[in-house]
Nanobody
Framework: QVQLVQSGGGSVQAGGSLRLSCAAS????????MGWFRQAPGKEREGVAS?????????HYADSVKGRFTVSRENANATLSLQMSSLRPEDTAMYFC???????????????????WGQGTQVTVSS
């Protein structure tokens, strides 16, 4: 049974930093692309960052977070992380980690490419 359990997040002032973590279990973590998505109230879900299978994986970022967010993975303990710096009020959203549908597939930053999701964690950035 696939499980993605998120931790981290919270509230911070603009310019601050937060770190999100996602503990994975129930599948062969190291062979799946993993992603981070976010959804703000009244807005569509947005792909934030992804990291491919392997060590190290290849990363991809939404233009809106490039240079500010860093996605990483620890295959030994099946953990996915998102380090967020220089946060802006527009980064406020519920953040979700997600697992790609198929092993070794280079999933894009679109929700349909992912089959399993974490429970979500709130990030609030105040100005």
């Amino acid at each position: 049974q696939v499980q993605l359990v998120q931790s981290g997040g919270g509230s911070v002032q603009a310019g601050g930093s937060l770190r999100l973590s996602c503990a994975a279990s129930g599948f062969m973590y190291n062979v799946y692309t993993m992603g981070w998505f976010r959804q703000a109230p009244g807005k569509e879900r947005e792909g934030v960052a992804s990291i491919s299978a392997g060590d190290p994986g290849t990363t991809h970022y939404a233009d809106s977070v490039k240079g500010r967010f860093t996605v990483s993975r620890e295959n030994a303990n099946a953990t996915l992380s998102l380090q967020m710096s220089s946060l802006r009020p527009e980064d406020t959203a519920m953040y979700f980690c997600a697992k790609c549908t198929s092993r070794w597939r280079r999933c894009a930053l679109v929700g349909g490419d992912y089959s399993d999701w974490g429970q979500g964690t709130q990030v609030t950035v105040s100005s």
